[in-house]
C-alpha cells in the first residue's frame, strides 16, 4: 500500500513562499507510468489541481497557478515538492499530495492533507 504524506508550515505571510513536501513510502516516485500530483481546496470551495511530477521528471501545471508553481523531486529521499510563490490569503487551502497509475486505475492514492493558512 502506498502511503503519501504531506509537511511543511501551517502559517505563510502574504508575498512569501509556500513549500510543502509529501513524502512517499511503499511505492516510488519513479513507478512507472505514475503521477505525482498536488491538490488543495480552499476553505467552502471544491478541489483544485495544483499540478503534478511525473515519473519521468515532467511536470505539468495549472494554467491559473503555472507563473507561480514548481513542482520537483528528490528521487533519493522519495519525496516530490511544491513551491508556489507570492502567496495570498487566496491560497489558503488543505494541500493534499496523490499519485496515481495511468494504466492501473486502482493505483490512486492520497495523503491525509496540510492546512495552510497565508496570513500577516
Known amino acids: 500500500q502506498v502511503q503519501l504524506q504531506e509537511s511543511g508550515p501551517g502559517l505563510v505571510k502574504p508575498s512569501e513562499t509556500l513549500s510543502l513536501t509529501c513524502t512517499v513510502s511503499g511505492g516510488s516516485i519513479t513507478s512507472d507510468r505514475t503521477y505525482w500530483t498536488w491538490i488543495r481546496q480552499p476553505p467552502g470551495k471544491g478541489l483544485e489541481w495544483i499540478g503534478y511530477?511525473?515519473?519521468?521528471?515532467?511536470?505539468t501545471y495549472s494554467p491559473s497557478l503555472k507563473s507561480r508553481t514548481s513542482i520537483s523531486r528528490d528521487t533519493s529521499k522519495n519525496q516530490f515538492t511544491l513551491q508556489l510563490n507570492s502567496v495570498t490569503p487566496e491560497d489558503t487551502a488543505v494541500y493534499y499530495c496523490n499519485v496515481r497509475n495511468e494504466i492501473v486505475v486502482s493505483y490512486d492514492y492520497w495523503g491525509q492533507g496540510t492546512h495552510v493558512t497565508v496570513s500577516p
Open positions: 511530477i511525473t515519473y519521468t521528471g515532467g511536470t
